[in-house]
């Protein structure tokens, strides 16, 4: 079954650091993933996404992630963070049902980002 | 235009009441879904709309009723809940089963 996996549960990290979040899937053929932000009590923002081609996808707020096959990742990486980027971070492949498709989330990463 | 709105933001209810949850999409998708989210949980799927007709319903218990009356609108029926049921209620819509989902804010729901 198709799945998703985000190793890291909680991440803290200091304005203007870097910041890499793992996002590891488990799928048979080409994967749609994607990165959605959430913010305390809000919805889901999409950051982006990856269907096909270059494997280095730009995002917003400044996030981009790379799709490798080789290692089955796609992580999220942001040169450098601000403060308002403290959110949960959920990785997510669309997963076949037969006769539909669903979206499968990983259990989210928790970023703090301290001044 | 990306939006998915939701109404209410918030509801309280009793265990014996009847309420319904709102969502509306004006993008032209196709696909509409409720979501479930427990505190510190990522989004769990509850039902999936597909040109207005149920295609995915991941064996959600019956006191919570979905309906689609058109490709704009998606309600979510609630009644007899449980205290277990209070949880962030999110809905997104896609232009089909496989594209982007774009979610709604939530209504935020405690059931007493």
């Known amino acids: 079954a198709q799945s998703v996996t985000q190793p890291d549960i909680h991440i803290t990290v200091s304005e203007g650091a870097s910041l890499e979040l793992r996002c590891n899937y488990s799928?048979?053929?080409?994967?749609?993933l994607f990165w959605y932000v959430q913010s305390p009590g809000q919805g889901l923002q999409l950051l982006l996404k990856?269907?096909?081609?270059?494997?280095l996808v730009q995002g917003i707020k400044g996030f981009e992630a790379e799709f490798k096959r080789s290692q089955s990742s796609f992580n999220l990486r942001k040169p450098s963070v601000h403060w308002s980027d403290a959110a949960e971070y959920f990785c997510?492949?669309?997963?076949?049902?037969?006769?539909?498709?669903?979206?499968?989330f990983g259990t989210g990463t928790r970023l703090q980002v301290t001044l | 235009d990306t939006e998915v709105t939701q109404t209410p933001k918030h509801l309280v209810m009793g265990m014996t009441n009847k309420k319904s949850l709102k969502c509306e999409q004006h993008?032209?998708?196709?696909?509409m879904y409720w979501y479930k989210q427990k505190a510190k949980k990522p989004p769990e799927l509850m039902f999936v709309?597909?040109?207005?007709?149920?295609?995915i319903n991941e064996s959600v218990p019956s006191r919570f009723s979905p309906e689609c009356p058109n490709s704009s609108l998606l309600n979510l029926h609630l009644h007899a809940l449980q205290p277990e049921d209070s949880a962030l209620y999110l809905c997104?819509?896609?232009?089909?089963?496989?594209?982007?989902?774009?979610f709604g804010p939530g209504t935020r729901l405690l059931v007493l």
């Open positions: 990856y269907f096909s081609g270059d494997t």
């Open positions: 997510a492949v669309v997963t076949n049902t037969g006769t539909a498709s669903k979206l499968t």
């Open positions: 993008m032209g998708h196709r696909a």
């Open positions: 997104a819509s896609s232009w089909g089963p496989r594209e982007t989902q774009y």
């Open positions: 799928y048979g053929a080409t994967p749609y």
């Open positions: 709309y597909s040109y207005e007709k149920l295609s």
